[in-house]
């Protein structure tokens, strides 16, 4: 089997099988510029650069996270493994009956994890297929997972840990003193979920179309290919991969905690001018659906009528539409 067939079907028309090593590319004057974002060592953690991290880019690279290289290079394999499988085995093995979900170019997954189909726009690049992993499902996989399974556990008890220290010194930062309920209901490990993400190689199209996320939180680990960009100011930024790091991105949910000291980043994946495929791993971190939310800027609202209105937006629209549906003053 060739590489390509592992891909949908709808995007080996854009992918070239037989493509030289390199390409030329000629310049590109809206391409995304270049930056050095924040980098935060965990080890040593620094409040004030933390605080501005948060406040001035949304996004930063953390280092020092404590995760075993052993580890994230069996979760590196095995997705890349996993992902590798031809397209209709993919399709059976997370089918209807499965707890993980498989999902592919408009096909699109709420933070539940059900399946969501865009509606059509202009102009969609959406190439890029993953796999819904929610944590709590995963002792109900099928056995031939088994070893994704054991190694997608052990690597969900590291980012866990990552995140309640994370979500703590963030809190300190906007000198917020939460209950260890509240802390929870941000938190809940039992809405916790992993993507794993495939991007082709090679094509003009981009991979995923620029949003926020719906998360408190948002840890992506992606690999020295790179293809995550940014906005700040006003313009797109290139994520340049820092090895041995992970890029944590602030979501729709902190920006309503922080009353909008600190916003979600606005992200996407370019387009695809490389030889090599990109695979991105992204933990999640949703709060409880019957977590409420206030804030002076927004009505009161829990997170699973923001997770319903985001799916009436995917599927109206074509993308969410997010907190602007829930402002005080719209």
């Given amino acids: 089997m060739s590489n390509t067939e592992s891909y949908p079907p709808e995007f080996r028309p854009l992918m070239s099988e037989h493509a030289e090593p390199e390409i030329t590319v000629e310049p590109d004057i809206n391409r995304s ?6 980098v935060i060592d965990m080890e040593r953690l620094d409040m004030e650069k933390l605080r501005e991290a948060c406040r001035d880019w949304g996004i930063f690279h953390l280092e ?3 995760i075993p290289s052993t580890v994230m290079s069996q979760v590196k394999e095995i997705t890349e493994s996993l992902l590798s499988l031809p397209f209709e085995e993919k399709r059976k093995l997370f089918g209807v009956n499965s707890p993980l979900s498989y999902y592919w170019g408009t096909h699109t997954v709420s933070p539940s994890g059900n399946t969501m189909k865009r509606a059509p726009q202009e102009s969609s690049g959406h190439l890029f297929e993953g796999i819904n992993v929610p944590l709590a499902s995963l002792a109900h996989v099928d056995p031939k997972l088994e070893s994704f399974k054991v190694v997608l556990e052990e690597y969900g008890r590291h980012i866990t840990r990552i995140v309640v220290t994370l979500f703590e010194a ?3 930062t906007l000198s ?4 260890n309920y509240k802390k929870m209901s941000y ?10 993400q495939r991007y082709p ?6 991979g995923l179309e620029a949003h926020t996320d719906s998360s408190v939180i948002s840890i992506i680990n992606q690999d020295e290919v790179g293809g995550l960009e940014f906005m700040k100011d006003g313009e797109w930024f290139n994520v340049i991969p820092l090895a041995n790091s ?4 602030l979501g729709d949910m902190m920006q309503v905690i922080s009353d909008e000291e600190y916003k979600s980043v606005l992200h996407k994946v370019g387009r ?3 030889k090599k495929e990109r695979y991105s791993i992204i933990y999640f971190v949703y709060p409880d659906k019957g977590c409420m939310f206030k804030s002076s800027r927004y009505k009161p609202f829990a997170f699973s009528e923001f997770e319903a209105q985001v799916k009436v937006d995917v599927e109206t629209h074509g993308s969410k539409i997010g907190l602007s549906n829930f402002l005080n003053n719209p």
């Fill in 33 to 38: 510029k270049d930056i050095n974002i924040p």
């Fill in 64 to 66: 020092n996270s404590g």
């Fill in 201 to 206: 190689r090679c094509t003009e199209s981009p």
């Fill in 176 to 179: 917020l003193e939460l209950s």
């Fill in 170 to 172: 963030i809190a300190e």
């Fill in 246 to 249: 992970l890029v944590i991105g």
């Fill in 272 to 274: 695809r001018m490389k």
């Fill in 187 to 196: 938190l809940s490990e039992s809405t916790g979920v992993i993507r794993v």
